[in-house]
């Protein structure tokens, strides 16, 4: 299983050890996004393992001890480090690397004391949303079960001193998906810090209309994925207009939790690497990759069958290894109304 917590300190507790989990730690029998499902067995070949571990020693290599040659070689190899996070991260160096690519350790190092000052010395006004909200997040992982346990406690813990910090956003569900996410990977100080360097725009554009009142980022960005959609796949576009589908009643959470509310969690991974890396425009690619590939099914669907196949993708569609190539093939034009740029992803 992934390592959860493990460098901070904090367990995950023995959960582990009374029901089955997969490798990511998710109750098998219970969460229908199981990364096994993708497992193309249920042993590891030696070759797998073989394979696995020189992508690790090369990752390594990249990034050096504690990210120290991660800049020089950014800067040297820009796209051997494109192609590589393309291919999936190492989950091992996971934490770090996300770090890395989103600028966070650097705004970690720039402000000691700060997150400890925000969780215990300040109150926020969401403080009751937050105890609220948090059993729902990631239910089915050993982490955050336990009610009041280590990992309900840290996911508080992030999401207080993030409404503090930045009271104008203060705190709206699905950011409760991304800090849980991020716990699993880092450290309540290091998510906190990956979470201000997503909102606040630390490298690529900020985040933080997506929870403003009225969600005015959301709005705009279903309101471009539509115009994609017509655009890029017309024949699921004009099926859509017949049947008076929008992008409101099916792809809203792809943006606000950037796929980490119900997509199979290895998918969440692999599209978080690239996500994280190269921004918002792999969150389009990847929706319209996947009503391409479900498109000749789901242009015979009435409204009814159509809203709850939007929202039920079949397996295979939801491979990793079988949408980001494709994902990473569409070549989207569009201008974003706001800052009126013309803006192409490669």
Same mark, same amino acid.
Request: no cysteine; hydrophobic share 40%.
């Given at each position: 299983m992934s390592r959860k917590r493990t460098e901070n300190g904090s367990e995950s507790g023995p959960a582990t050890s009374h029901v089955p989990v997969d490798r990511f730690g998710f109750l098998k029998q219970e969460h229908a996004n199981s990364p096994e499902r993708f497992s193309k067995s249920?042993?590891? #070949?030696?070759?797998? +393992?073989?394979?696995?571990?020189?992508?690790?020693?090369?990752?390594?290599?990249?990034?050096?001890?504690?990210?120290?040659?991660?800049? +020089?070689?950014?800067?040297?190899?820009?796209n051997v480090v494109r192609r590589r996070i393309r291919k999936g991260i190492p989950d091992c160096l996971r934490g770090l690397v996300w770090q890395l690519i989103s600028g966070s350790r650097d705004l970690l190092l720039m402000n000691p004391g700060v997150y400890e000052q925000l969780v215990i010395y300040e109150?926020?006004? #969401?403080?009751?949303? %937050? %105890?609220?909200? %948090?059993?729902?997040?990631?239910? #089915? +992982?050993?982490?955050?079960q336990k009610r009041h346990g280590p990992?309900?406690?840290s996911l508080y813990n992030v999401l207080k001193a993030y409404s503090v910090y930045d009271r104008d956003v203060g705190y709206?569900?699905?950011?409760? =998906?991304?800090?849980?996410?991020?716990?699993?990977?880092?450290?309540?100080?290091?998510?906190?810090?990956?979470l201000v360097a997503l909102l606040k725009g630390a490298v690529h554009a900020p985040m933080e209309g997506l929870y403003h009142a009225g969600l005015p980022l959301v709005q705009q960005y279903l309101f471009q994925l539509e115009s994609l959609v017509k655009e890029l796949i017309p024949k699921l576009g004009e099926h859509f207009t017949q049947e008076m589908i929008n992008p409101s009643m099916y792809a809203s959470q792809w943006f606000i939790t950037v796929? #980490?509310?119900?997509?199979?969690?290895?998918?969440?991974?692999?599209?978080?690497?690239?996500?994280?890396?190269?921004?918002?425009?792999?969150?389009?690619?990847v929706g319209l990759a996947l009503l391409k590939y479900c498109q000749d099914e789901l242009v015979k669907?009435?409204?009814?069958?159509?809203? +709850?196949?939007?929202?039920? =993708?079949p397996e295979d569609a939801m491979n990793p290894d079988t949408l980001l190539p494709l994902a990473y093939s569409i070549k989207v034009l569009f201008r974003f109304r706001k800052v009126n740029v013309l803006v192409k992803f490669p």
């Open positions: 249920k042993t590891t #070949s030696s070759t797998d +393992h073989d394979r696995e571990e020189r992508k690790v020693r090369k990752w390594r290599k990249m990034i050096g001890v504690g990210g120290s040659d991660w800049k +020089h070689y950014v800067r040297r190899k820009p109150t926020s006004a #969401s403080e009751l949303d %937050i %105890i609220r909200d %948090i059993s729902r997040t990631f239910p #089915s +992982h050993v982490f955050f990992g309900q406690r709206v569900q699905g950011m409760g =998906f991304i800090a849980g996410l991020l716990l699993l990977y880092m450290s309540e100080e290091d998510a906190f810090w990956l796929f #980490s509310y119900s997509f199979p969690f290895p998918l969440a991974l692999r599209i978080w690497d690239v996500f994280l890396s190269e921004g918002v425009k792999i969150v389009f690619k669907l009435p409204f009814e069958k159509l809203i +709850h196949a939007l929202k039920t =993708f």
